[in-house]
């Protein structure tokens, strides 16, 4: 997630280390022919990104937010495996999981995703560059390699015998997709799960993300849960997220109740927020404004992108 986005309001026993590309993400074995490449936050990567192999190709999960780090991560698939890379899922339309598609593309790739992810890459990813983007910023936002193939709630891709689905959930943007490997026991959620990390509430409905939350056990049982922030995941940590998103909704309502409104609100909340979750990765960057963004979500006064017309999946 670029520092942009995150002031805009940015295990398993088979899990093991492989690679590390230098400070942008550690390559992580987190199932049968399954890797979840995960940023370090302080790298060009930003988002979580990952791949699996199949019998006759690979599928991509995330592209990061640079094409550098998107360049390097091809190079680690090739050391592993020398088939083709026919798919990319983007998980939901944000710059630090889409802007490396264009690395997977040259190579052939489809680019699969929600079609809302199709619909706002190049327009909504603009309001995260601030007021007076520069511009070749804008060019960049306005360059992204888009999807090819939309699904309006679920699609399964093949890999020769092996599924991957693709799975719709609500809450984070409007146009989040799960991707499961099932064979592997491997679920990538997009930033529909962050590990210890304050998560980005620019566009969520978070009571929306609340039953995506309860419903990912109920749905997929035992499984390593890759998030879009922060290293892979146990059913442990979606509850403790979970409870991360019910606090600030919780307290946020208090201080409405109170009368308090604007930065008032935020400043009788962060302390709150920081006595719970204050060694949380993004702290700095997104606890404030996720606190005013959920103001503005009970309130009914909150902004979020409109969702597209939908049909069936296509190409």
């Known amino acids: 997630m670029t520092k942009s986005i995150l002031t805009a309001g940015v295990l398993a026993c088979c899990l093991s280390a492989v690679a590390q590309a230098g400070a942008d993400y550690n390559l992580q074995k987190v199932g049968d022919r399954v890797w979840a490449a995960i940023s370090t936050d302080t790298g060009k990567s930003d988002g979580n990104a990952g791949f699996v192999i199949g019998d006759d190709g690979i599928a991509v999960i995330d592209t990061f937010e640079d ?3 998107a360049r390097d991560l091809l190079a ?7 088939l083709p890379i026919k798919f990319v899922v983007n998980t939901h339309y944000h710059l630090d999981h889409v802007n490396g598609n264009g690395v997977f593309a040259a190579e052939g ?22 007021p007076n983007p520069k511009p070749e910023q804008k060019a960049m936002v306005e360059a992204i390699t888009l999807p090819t ?7 399964d891709l093949y890999l020769g015998s092996r599924r991957v689905t693709v799975r719709f959930y609500p809450g984070h943007t409007g146009g989040d997709s799960v991707v499961s490997i099932p064979d592997a026991k491997v679920v990538f959620c997009g930033d529909l799960l962050w590990k210890e990390h304050i998560p980005n509430f620019i566009d969520a409905n978070t009571p929306a993300w609340i039953k995506t939350l309860d419903a990912f056990p109920a749905d997929y049982g035992v499984n390593t849960w890759v998030p879009g922030h922060g290293g892979p995941a146990m059913v442990e940590d979606i509850a403790t997220f979970r409870e991360y998103i019910v606090d600030v909704r919780t307290w ?16 009788s909340v962060l302390p709150e927020v920081r006595a719970k979750y204050g060694k949380w990765g993004y702290f700095d960057e997104l606890a404030s404004a996720g606190i005013q963004e959920t103001a503005e979500e009970l309130a009914g006064t909150k902004k979020v992108p409109v969702p597209v017309a939908s049909g069936g999946a296509s190409q």
């Open 67 to 69: 094409p550098a780090p």
């Open 76 to 82: 680690d698939i090739h050391k592993i495996s020398n």
């Open 109 to 130: 790739a489809a680019i699969v995703a929600h079609r809302n992810v199709r619909a706002w890459a190049r327009s909504e990813n603009l309001k995260f560059l601030g």
């Open 149 to 155: 193939v939309v699904h309006d709630g679920a699609v």
């Open 252 to 267: 946020v309502a208090n201080a409405r109740a109170e009368g308090k409104s604007g930065d008032a609100l935020v400043k």
